[in-house]
């Protein structure tokens, strides 16, 4: 390696993508196109920067397999930044087994971290902590430390665990300034701020406000039985009943939640459930029958008791009632999740990541593109749709789990 090779990727390790440039921006040599398409990915022409390390990754050829593994792993990074996620898998997949093979073990511990993001972002958060666990960090570099310590915040916060996010984010602070690379510092501030922001709306008998994760997590912990409209499950002390793939009972139970004490009306429970506004005697020989199955599946937390009007929701031994929704809670909730983290994704990405059909998301596009909340760029395959960041916006309990959305 050249002198100037080795001082633009001293450079590009220190975080300082034009002092990596002024050394390599003129060469054409497989090396230096890395190392150009490196630190234009740093300068967020990622477009470019995927060109570049894909020219490198020829360039290299067979012969030279661990550089050639290295630009298919920044690739895949950059993949993931622009939200390919089937690409991202299989670059990453080669990039892993030819690191691994020749040794060079750092990279592909980076490697297995950016598929554990990937995971995390698709919602599988089983899978992410499971290959989480099976990494040491102890020994890594700080860059690396600071990624695992990352990774954890943003598991515990889909797990809704607020101080083991913010002990990791103090960790990858530590980390990410002794490394001294200050975008890994930012992207540890977004995730800081996103857990000072409303992660919910929490509904009780005197009323609606938004709440930290913090609150949720208390509320999660204490006696209450909580109806979760995040994700779509009933909580009570240590029983969780999800119910994301019964939309009607979920329908039904969260009516209930929202009226306790009070019962709710038949005709108020039909709207919910089967969305009919003039029910006949089919329509509440239809609800008696939901209602049974309700009771049925949420045996152990509570009962609900049939009235003159409606039903009743009565949980165990007299325990409060709480409800919880999105902080934008509307049909295309999941999207705009999604779409809220600022990156532009296509429609097979969100289907993917949702863990749903690509004409169903295309649907939800087309819906909030109608309504002005969302735009969209390109054409064909290469179409991405994106909104700008919300403030104050937390996506954290909007994102699908791996059986989350319907």
């Not at 709440?211 to 779509?232: F, I, K, P, Y």
């Not at 937390?301 to 039903?311: C, D, I, K, L, N």
Request: charged residues 25%.
């Amino acid at each position: 390696m050249d002198s100037m090779i080795t001082a633009a990727a001293l450079s590009l390790a220190r975080g300082d993508p034009l002092g990596a440039l002024d050394r390599v921006a003129l060469r054409d040599d497989a090396p230096a196109l890395a190392l150009r398409g490196i630190a234009m990915a740093q300068l967020g022409d990622l477009a470019r920067a995927r060109q570049l390390v894909r020219r490198a990754a020829r360039a290299f050829g067979a012969k030279e397999a661990v550089a050639r593994a290295r630009c298919l792993l920044a690739e895949a990074e950059i993949a993931l930044a622009v939200r390919d996620l089937d690409p991202c898998a299989v670059l990453l997949a080669d990039a892993h087994r030819t690191l691994d093979e020749h040794g060079d073990h750092a990279n592909a511990a980076h490697a297995r971290y950016l598929d554990i993001r990937r995971l995390l972002l698709m919602g599988r958060l089983d899978d992410a902590e499971q290959r989480l666990a099976a990494l040491d960090p102890a020994g890594m570099p700080r860059a690396l430390r600071a990624a695992h310590e990352l990774t954890a915040a943003g598991i515990a916060m889909r797990r809704m665990r607020s101080q083991a996010a913010r002990a990791a984010l103090a960790r990858a602070g530590a980390h990410a300034r002794a490394a001294g690379i200050a975008a890994l510092g930012a992207e540890i501030g977004w995730a800081e701020r996103l857990l000072d922001a409303p992660a919910a709306r929490l509904i009780t008998p005197i009323g609606a406000r938004d709440v930290l994760l913090d609150e949720v997590e208390r509320l999660m912990s204490s006696t209450a039985l909580v109806v979760n409209g995040c994700l779509h499950a009933v909580h009570h002390l240590a029983l969780e009943i999800p119910l994301a793939r019964r939309p009607v009972l979920f329908a039904l139970v969260r009516t209930l939640a929202e009226a306790w004490p009070q019962d709710a009306p038949r005709e108020t429970l039909i709207l919910a459930a089967f969305r009919i506004r003039h029910p006949d005697e089919t329509d509440r020989a239809r609800l008696r029958v939901e209602m049974g199955r309700l009771r049925t599946v949420l045996r152990g937390a509570a009962s609900v008791r049939a009235t003159p009007r409606g039903f009743q929701l009565v949980p165990r031994d007299g325990h409060e009632v709480a409800v919880l929704a999105r902080p934008v809670d509307d049909d295309h909730a999941p999207v705009l999740a999604l779409l809220a983290d600022g990156e532009a994704w296509s429609s097979s990405a969100l289907a993917l990541a949702l863990g749903t059909s690509q004409r169903t998301i295309q649907r939800s596009l087309e819906a909030l593109a109608a309504a002005g909340k969302i735009q969209a760029f390109g054409q064909g395959r290469a179409r991405r749709w994106s909104m700008l960041p919300l403030p104050g916006f937390a996506t954290n309990l909007l994102l699908p789990t791996a059986l989350g959305v319907q």
